[in-house]
């Protein structure tokens, strides 16, 4: 049997961790070994543990199934011609896409999960990448799937040797569960390894999203994987298929790239583009060749209406996602369903993702019936060391063919921005209020780049940082936010980023968020020509404006158009490079919520503040509290012991980024 060499160098490596081979470089902050620690059995009780990662998905017959039995004569109505639809109740009353989703939900049942994060040595594009950080022994991790109105219980147990970890749940509101939104150093400290932790939520929106460590840059390595909420949709179809996952990607750990940038370089670009894991290098030495993994393939039925789930999991890149001779509908962006509108082309910023509904009648005939899906780095949002081949899929009308398309690209424009403003119409209409908040008048959340020294920031030198409000984000993983809430004491650390906003139910708070202003808020920030891709957690937020790039944020709200009615509404936005964005959440749900660049090299760097909201009324019960408790004194009594640290040095060594 023959053997690539890829592969063989993928075992040099592994054998090289376990080993302290000689050859190996020097161990960077907080990278693992692959040494694995046993973990007591979780409780009895049903677990539904999905074995199929999105590159092997389930057959249709295992799929799961939706179950409002709890919902007495109520009966699904979800069907191809009617997607608008999801329950029937007995009197013809329905539940279905014009309902208040943020006021109503169905009564599901309980989901349970388990996911095991442990290290192992990946080559998903026929190049070894050995430090890679996974869930349940794949990448992407499994595909978590509910559905609306289901509870959702994931347990998550940490193998590796030198992280902590955390998962958060990209884009759920977590309603009053604050301390289930999966962020270190803010609604909890990371699970220590040899530990495990219990998230509970509801599944009170619907559509697809994605999970992934919120630890440092774990999921830069692997640690991500697709989630599905069904629900109704704006417009039919005739099949779904598995959700299609979008990144770049490095054959390097992000830990060891961010350590080299930490010390005076510049940070590496990425190497290639993976879509659902499947990739392949095309600037390999020609005298050494690698293995050529098969790329990603579906097989279309001609006449048939197929509902795509497009997530952006990238650490750098926004991508534009086409495939060769066919347009697209789209009918939601994040979890909100939109009035669907056709395009060529779909823009897809870091975090963000997007439904969308293909017609298996080609627009324009390739040759032999086959045609390449594409994922384009958008021009001014993405960084290589050379031009990745953005044919990353295939869609075949033959099932039998193995032939490489020869179809041509369809024409779209390729710079950096996110879809077009007017195009995304929320299905739900919101009508925002005024902002509660009388700082947004005048003030905004500038980003750009500050000088930084000494701690709580490691390495302690003095070194340019992003920032987003006073200083550089830096979170005490051992002090989460929700758990140091003092109501007699107000005052944070600058390095915390707190913003307090204590405002009536149901008010409007605005961010103003700007990377380019006459009006310095610090006067030691520089602004960079970067755009970013913006998340708030706990929220979908109504965009009430988005400029062009360059444009300058005037100082005064009342200098800017707004859009307050029915406005875009999603959870990550662009903020585009030297512009500016406003954005609005009803003040309905207490909690600490982190707002960050999710360019991953951005937030490690500091590029985040904290929304503390209506903190007298979060509520965390006995029994959160209790597993909160517990998960840290796990923590601090791993964390307090050097000899488990990656350098055995002080314990002030040991955090070398922002936290998340």
């Not at 609306?148 to 992280?163: A, P, Q, S």
């Not at 902590?164 to 803010?186: A, F, K, P, S």
């Not at 099932?399 to 041509?408: E, G, K, L, W």
Request: charged share 20%; glycine share 6%; with cysteine.
């Amino acid at each position: 049997m023959h053997i690539p060499e890829s592969w063989l160098s993928c075992l040099v490596s592994i054998l090289d961790v376990v080993t302290f081979s000689s050859f190996s470089h020097k161990q960077l902050a907080q990278q693992p070994l692959q040494k694995q620690h046993e973990l007591s059995t979780p409780a009895d009780g049903p677990v539904f543990r999905p074995p199929y990662p999105p590159n092997d998905p389930p057959p249709a017959d295992v799929a799961i199934k939706c179950d409002y039995s709890a919902m007495k004569g109520w009966e699904q109505c979800n069907e191809e011609n009617n997607r608008g639809c999801w329950l029937k109740g007995p009197d013809g009353e329905e539940i279905n896409i014009d309902i208040d989703y943020e006021h109503v939900t169905p009564k599901g049942i309980t989901r349970r999960y388990i996911l095991d994060v442990s290290e192992m040595a990946l080559a998903p594009d026929g190049v070894c990448m050995p430090h890679a950080k996974v869930f349940n022994g794949s990448y992407p991790g499994p595909w978590i799937q509910a559905c609306w109105g289901d509870d959702i219980e994931v347990t998550v147990r940490n193998h590796l040797w030198y992280n902590g970890t955390t998962v958060h749940w990209h884009g759920i509101r977590q309603l009053n569960t604050v301390e289930m939104d999966g962020v270190n150093g803010v609604t909890q400290c990371p699970i220590a390894p040899g530990e495990e932790y219990t998230y509970r939520f509801k599944a009170i929106q619907y559509g697809s999203s994605w999970y992934h460590s919120h630890y440092s840059l774990q999921y830069a390595d692997g640690l991500a994987g697709p989630m599905t909420i069904y629900g109704p949709s704006t417009a039919n179809y005739t099949s779904a298929i598995e959700p299609i996952l979008m990144t770049d990607w490095n054959h390097r750990s992000a830990f060891e790239d961010w350590a080299w940038g930490q010390s005076g370089h510049a940070l590496p670009k990425m190497t290639n583009i993976l879509l659902n894991g499947k990739g392949r290098y095309n600037n390999s030495d020609p005298a050494h060749p690698i293995g050529l993994p098969e790329r990603y393939n579906k097989v279309f039925q001609r006449g048939k209406r197929y509902l795509l789930r497009l997530i952006n999991t990238s650490l750098d890149t926004t991508f534009i996602f086409s495939i060769d001779g066919h347009n697209v509908t789209v009918i939601g962006s994040d979890f909100v369903p939109i009035v669907p509108y056709n395009t060529s082309s779909v823009l897809v910023g870091i975090g963000q993702r997007y439904h969308v509904i293909v017609e298996a009648e080609p627009i324009e005939l390739s040759h032999d019936d086959n045609y390449w899906i594409r994922t384009v780095p958008a021009e001014g949002c993405s960084g290589f060391a050379t031009q990745p081949d953005n044919r990353t899929g295939i869609i075949r009308y033959d099932a039998r063919s193995t032939n490489d398309p020869d179809s041509t690209i369809n024409d779209f424009p390729t710079a950096c921005s996110d879809e077009p403003y007017e195009s995304l119409v929320p299905k739900l209409r919101w009508q925002v209020g005024p902002p509660a908040n009388e700082e947004a008048t005048n003030g905004s959340y500038q980003v750009g780049r500050i000088t930084v020294s000494g701690p709580p920031y490691h390495p302690d030198q003095t070194m340019s940082r992003w920032t987003a409000y006073k200083n550089p984000l830096w979170l005490n993983y051992s002090e989460p936010t929700v758990d140091n809430i003092d109501p007699a004491d107000q005052t944070w650390p600058d390095y915390l980023d707190v913003v307090t906003q204590d405002q009536p139910d149901d008010s409007w708070i605005y961010l103003v968020i700007s990377a380019n202003s006459d009006k310095k808020q610090n006067s030691h920030i520089d602004f960079y020509p970067a755009a970013h891709p913006i998340h708030l957690h706990g929220h979908d937020f109504a965009l009430l404006a988005q400029s062009k790039p360059g444009e300058k944020y005037p100082g005064s709200l009342d200098q800017v158009k707004l859009t307050t009615t029915n406005p875009p509404r999603r959870d990550v936005v662009l903020l585009p490079a030297k512009g500016y964005i406003v954005i609005a959440f009803r003040a309905d749900n207490p909690g600490t919520w982190i707002v960050h660049c999710h360019i991953a090299w951005h937030a490690s760097s500091g590029l985040a503040f904290q929304v503390l909201e209506n903190k007298e009324q979060i509520k965390i019960s006995d029994e959160s509290r209790a597993a909160m408790d517990h998960t840290c004194a796990k923590w601090n009594d791993w964390w307090g012991n050097v000899d488990n640290h990656w350098n055995n040095k002080t314990a002030d060594d040991f955090q070398d980024d922002s936290g998340i």
